[in-house]
């Protein structure tokens, strides 16, 4: 039962610091809740706090065994107990502080389907014009072409189609709402 504790403290220690200091990002290990591709916010399996209740585990179980506690039993379960307890800590401070803080983009952010702007540089039959439109907070312009190939006067407003390989296919909106109505 010792070698158990003490590999679990070493093997803890060992990869808290690999991590701490050479990198790795802490919200990248986790247990999909089924909440699809967004990030819904975080979760108690993440690698500090699954690495802390390891570490804690070992550590506290090696403690014990070496002070003369005697029942194993007790010790397996204070030991299970103190990691449970500092991991549900480490979560506790991962999802109050670390991840409150945390505005890195998600997969959708890139998504520009559906997203609305305006022409800047008008679009002339199966020529290509330009777009600018806002994503999170910033002005962005792309270039963009008809999807029927009709030319689309500057100013127009329109909405993205479809991406393709930097280029935006959009519709005018008059044209997108005429479309719901014949529907």
Known sequence: MMTLFAICF??????????????????EFHVDSGGGHGHGGPTVFNLSSILASMTVFGGVGYMLGTVGMENSLWILLIAIVSGVLIGWLFFIFYAKVIYKHDHSMKESDFDLNGQL?????????????????????????VSAKSDNGESIPK??????????????????IKDALGDLDGE
């Not at 990869?15 to 701490?20: A, E, M, P, Q, R």
């Open 117 to 141: 702007g305006q022409l800047t540089i008008p679009i002339h039959g199966k020529a290509m014009g330009e777009m600018k439109f806002v994503l999170q907070g910033t002005k962005r312009t």
């Open 155 to 172: 100013g127009a407003k329109v909405v993205i189609l479809k991406m393709q390989h930097g280029v935006a296919t959009v519709m005018a």
């Open 10 to 27: 070493w093997a803890g220690l060992t990869l808290t610091l690999l991590v701490t200091f050479f990198g790795g990002d802490l919200s």
